[in-house]
């Protein structure tokens, strides 16, 4: 787990820092137990800050991020509306790239694990659809693992050409055949004494898969041409996109190669179930594609929600691909709701019409009978009132395309009470 320290300042004025660094598996901590440990700052505490350390400045103006520059320490400006953001950014900058980014608590949970099994030698697998970060957690296991030093080589098994598969995963001799001008390592030598994630597993030729079941249960390789073993010292580490067991079922996967690789199995739910991963991912994301030194685009209040909200069927990949995008086609400063793409978030769906009434015949008494009216309580007047402003407030939503700064305008309050009013509309609608 990464460690960074936490000024008494910023606990005081940032508190929910903390909790959302934990939640990222990030453990914040008083006094630094690692050498190199960033130090997270206020602004005000500059003269205590290294070029390795955070800067944190809270305003109402625009939010801003500048890196790490010419001796300087990195430094982020936002407010009250701006926070989510915000501190999924300071989080970012932290992990730096060292492995997955995570926002959900029981993500933080699956890394400890996948951390806990990465200090045996038991073979892992990651299952999980295409783009939940099954690659990134296979790089956590090694990143954590005592063969950390050594390569961690990674290949796509399906991406492979299905004559050429033995010959790149084992080696190969000179002559072999046709165009083996040369003597081929492969890749389990290649890995020697590091991690091998083979991805996508399940695609690999049921003759192959014999032929790797022996190479992990004797831990030696046979090149092609060659009539003598040799020796590697590799960790295994595999994924499918695929239910391994369901095609093991259906006889399309050895059973019990299944049983070898699936000793410490991972699995990884799609993006669509982890909200506060999204702010997670797209502040990595953000960082990671704005590396020129220009202006930092921060994503709006609005556009963040907007994002996880989102049902994601490409998972990360789509999420990458809508971000990109968005800094290429965005008129402003910032990426707004509007520049994402996506359909607008909906809060309620409208009720039910009410029945037309009957062309012909007669028509209800609009005064009841006597003895059936029901006195309206204080509650129940509150209670309508309430739901006509929020009809009203919806309504004016879906006219503006979900867009908050012109739906506020329509409804003549300030962006902030509008906020306010959709923050108490999903309480509602979550107590429901």
């Known amino acids: 787990m990464i460690e960074c320290t936490l000024s008494e300042a910023v606990r005081t004025n940032l508190p929910m820092l903390e909790s959302w660094l934990k939640s990222a598996w990030i453990n914040p901590v008083a006094v630094a137990t690692t050498a190199g440990a960033v130090k997270v700052l206020m602004a005000q505490e500059i003269a205590s800050a290294s070029h390795r350390d955070i800067l944190v400045d809270l305003t109402d103006g625009a939010p801003q991020l500048v890196r790490a520059a010419n001796g300087l320490p990195a430094r982020i400006a936002f407010g009250f509306d701006d926070m989510p953001l915000g501190l999924a950014l300071i989080a970012e900058l932290l992990r730096a790239g060292r492995g997955p980014a995570v926002g959900e608590p029981a993500m933080a949970k699956l890394m400890g694990y996948a951390a806990r099994i990465a200090r045996s030698e038991a073979a892992v697998l990651i299952q999980g659809e295409t783009g939940t970060g099954k690659e990134g957690m296979a790089r956590l296991v090694h990143d954590q693992s005592p063969r950390a030093k050594g390569p961690f080589i990674a290949v796509n098994c399906a991406a492979l050409p299905e004559t050429m598969v033995e010959a790149i995963l084992f080696g190969h001799k000179k002559g072999a055949f046709t165009g083996a001008s040369a003597d081929g390592e492969g890749l389990f030598r290649a890995a020697d004494g590091g991690t091998l994630f083979l991805d996508e597993i399940t695609e690999l030729p049921l003759a192959l898969q014999a032929k790797l079941l022996r190479a992990l249960q004797e831990g030696e390789v046979l090149p092609v041409g060659e009539t003598r073993s040799v020796k590697v010292d590799v960790r295994i580490v ?78 990360a990949r789509e999420l990458g691909n809508v971000l990109q995008r968005a800094l290429v086609l965005r008129d402003g400063d910032a990426i707004e709701a509007e520049d994402l793409g996506l359909a607008p978030v909906r809060l309620f769906t409208a009720p039910a ?65 509008l906020r306010y009013r959709l923050a108490n509309m999903r309480e509602l609608a979550a107590a429901a």
Not at 397 to 410: H, I, K, V
């Open 238 to 315: 595999t994924a499918a996109n695929r239910d391994a067991a369901e095609l093991v079922a259906a006889g399309e996967f050895r059973e019990d190669l299944y049983w070898r690789l699936n000793v410490m199995p991972i699995a990884l739910p799609r993006l669509a179930d982890r909200r506060q991963d999204v702010r997670a991912i797209a502040a990595a994301m953000l960082i990671r594609m704005q590396n020129d030194g220009t202006d930092f685009a921060w994503l709006s209040a609005e556009a963040l929600e907007t994002l996880q909200a989102h049902s994601w069927p490409g998972n």
């Open 353 to 417: 019409a009410a029945p037309a009434p009957a062309a012909f015949g007669p028509r209800a008494d609009p005064v009841p009978a006597a003895g059936t009216v029901k006195l309206m309580r204080a509650g129940d007047l509150h209670s309508l009132s309430r739901a006509v402003e929020h009809d009203a407030i919806q309504q004016a939503l879906d006219e503006n395309g979900g867009n908050r700064r012109e739906t506020a305008r329509m409804l003549g309050i300030s962006e902030r009470t």
